[in-house]
C-alpha cells in the first residue's frame, strides 16, 4: 500500500454522544403545521417520534460497527484528507469501479452493494460483472477533511477522484454516482476520460433541446413536469446552500432536530415512499438507517462544510458534451429524470439508457440496492458488447 494512505476506524468517544443526548432532551419544538401532511415540511408528530428514538433507543455503536466492518483507509490529496472505503474483488476480471454520493447522502449508501459488486457470483452474478469498489466521502463530508479555502469545485473533486484511482494503483477505472455523485460523475467523464474509461449515473444532468422543447414527447413531458415541481416546491434547500451556506450553518451546527430535520424531510421528498396517499420516508428506508445518515453529518458538523458544495457549483453547472462512454437508469421517482433524446444530445456515446424500471427514487442505492446492481451488470455488459473496456 501506498505509504500515504492510512488505516482509518471510527470510534466516536462516549462524551459526544452523551452530549447529542443531552442536547436531544432540551429540544424546543415550533408549533404543529397548519396542513396534515409534508407541504409544509416535517409534521411535528414524526419530528417528536424520531427526537424521543434517537434519544433513547437508538445504537450508534451498532452502526459504527457496521462501518468499521469495511476497510476504511484516509490519504491527504492536494493537502486535503479524504476519508474512503476499499474492497477489492477476487475475481480477476473485476474492474476498478468509484462510487461517489451526494447531499445527503454519505458513503455508507454503497455499503450494501459491495458484497454484491466485489463477488457477483454470490449473489446471481457472472466473474466478469465483479469490480473492486471505492468509495470515497466528498470533501466536507463525513469523515473527510473540510476545505477552508474555495475552490473546491466539483470539477476539482474529479481531479481528486483521478488522483486517488491513480495512488490506489488504478490508472483507468469506471466511475459511478448519483446527486452530486452524478456531478463529479460526469465531470470525470468529461474532462479525465482517459483515466475514466466509462461512467454509469442515476441522475442524468441533461438540458432540452429546443425541438424537444417544441414537441416533448411523453418522456420528456413528465421529465418536465417534474422539474417544474422541484423549481416550485423542493428547491428551497439549494437556495439557501448555494447562497448562504455559512449561515445555515450555524443552526445545523448547534441543534442536532434542526440537522436531522433538514436531511431527513429530503429523504421524505425524494424517496419513492408514497403508500396509500400517504408520504413517510419510513416506507423506502428504516430508521435507523436514516438516523445512521444523520449522525454522520452531526459527529463532523459537517452541515456548512457540505452546503458549501452548493455554493460553489450548483448556480454553474458544467454543460460540457461528453465523449466518455455513459450508462444512465432513471428510477421513477428521481428528481430530474431527463430523456433518451436529451441525453444523445450530451452523451456523444450512450451505451445504455433505463427509465423504465418499478420503483425507487433518488437514494437508489438505499431504496432499491438489487435493482440499482442489476442496472450496474447490465451497463457493463453493454460496454462489453460496445468494445470498451479500460
Known sequence: MDASIKPFHINIDEAELEALRQRLAMTRFPEAETVEDWSQGMPLSYARELVDYWQHDYDWRRAEAQFNHWPQFITTLDDLPVHFVHVRSPHSTARPLILTHGWPGSFMEYLALIPMLTEPTNFGGQPDEAFHVVIPSLPGYGFSGKPIAPGCSIEHIAGLWRQLMQRLGYPRFFAHGGDWGSAVTHALAAHHADACRAAHVTLPILQPTPESLAAPNEEEKDALAAYEYYERWGAGYSKQQSTRPQTLGYSLA?????QMTWIVEKFADWTDCEENGIRHPENAIDRDTLLDNVMLYWLNNAGASSARLYWESFNDPDMTPIDCPMGVSVFPKEIFRGSERWAR??????????????????????????????????WRHALSDAGIDI
Not at 367 to 376: A, G, K, M, V
Open 345 to 378: 444530445h450530451r452523451y456523444r456515446q450512450l451505451v445504455y439508457w433505463q427509465n423504465q424500471l418499478p420503483r425507487g427514487g433518488h437514494f437508489a442505492a438505499l431504496e432499491q440496492p438489487d435493482t440499482l446492481i442489476s442496472e450496474i451488470r447490465a
Open 254 to 258: 448547534d441543534s442536532p432536530v434542526g
